[in-house]
């Protein structure tokens, strides 16, 4: 069974703080996604991954960037968090080859 | 103009009901189709996948793509309280990793 976990549930950090949101799959897939989700505005991809070190901005990279040093993990940072990047963000995987993407439970952040 | 439209809702409908659930897209180069369910606090799992037009059934589920008119529909037969959830439909083309949302359409099935 495929896993993807995120290191948080839910987070409340201050406006100015270096957040970190960590994802790790265990199934060796080359493709990492990292999306946030608002009301009304659905799923919107910040950045993905197709390999170990190579990144590709989304569609909403302003104020993120992220990190994949091993292939198993994708880290989003928010380098200064602001209190628009309150949201839910999804981390999702892909085996190489197919298109299912397998989700992540979620991290609700609440910046102050 | 969003590349994909999906009606929020929400919709509620009596247990054994069927739904239709609709999203329509912009951009003719998508050739990948899929519907995930949501639950509440919960990340998207993959429902249904497709590829161009055409229909495809799995137990209560049918999906369909009319690429003609650039719509597709998932429709859940004898829907159960247990379908209680956020459908979302996705795309892509043929090419990239990037995958296209609608914003989700919220089901609730009364017993």
């Known amino acids: 069974d495929v896993k993807v976990t995120q290191s948080s549930r839910y987070l409340v950090k201050r406006t100015g703080e270096k957040v970190f949101l960590e994802c790790v799959q265990d199934?060796?897939?080359?493709?990492m996604f990292w999306y946030r989700q608002d009301p009304g505005l659905g799923l919107r991809l910040i950045y993905f991954?197709?390999?170990?070190?190579?990144?590709e901005k989304g569609d909403i990279p302003e104020g993120y960037s992220v990190s994949r040093e091993k292939k198993e993990r994708f880290s989003l940072i928010l380098e200064s968090a602001s209190t628009n990047q309150t949201s839910m963000y999804l981390c999702?995987?892909?085996?190489?080859?197919?298109?299912?993407?397998?989700f992540g439970p979620g991290t609700r952040l609440t910046v102050l | 103009q969003k590349e994909v439209e999906q009606d929020p809702g929400p919709l509620s409908v009596p247990e054994g009901a069927i739904v239709s659930l609709n999203c329509t897209y912009s951009n003719s180069a998508f050739q990948y189709f899929m519907w995930y369910r949501q639950y509440s606090r919960k990340g998207p799992e993959l429902l249904m996948y497709?590829?161009?037009?055409g229909n495809k059934e799995d137990g209560r589920f049918t999906a369909q793509v009319d690429k003609s008119s650039k719509y597709i529909s998932l429709f859940i037969r004898d829907s159960q309280p247990s379908d209680s959830a956020t459908y979302l439909c996705?795309?892509?083309?043929?090419?990239?990793?990037?995958?296209?949302f609608g914003t989700g359409t919220s089901l609730t099935v009364i017993p």
């Open positions: 497709t590829y161009s037009s």
């Open positions: 996705a795309m892509k083309g043929n090419t990239g990793n990037q995958f296209y």
């Open positions: 999702a995987s892909i085996p190489g080859g197919t298109d299912t993407q397998y």
């Open positions: 991954s197709y390999d170990v070190k190579m990144k």
């Open positions: 199934m060796d897939h080359e493709n």
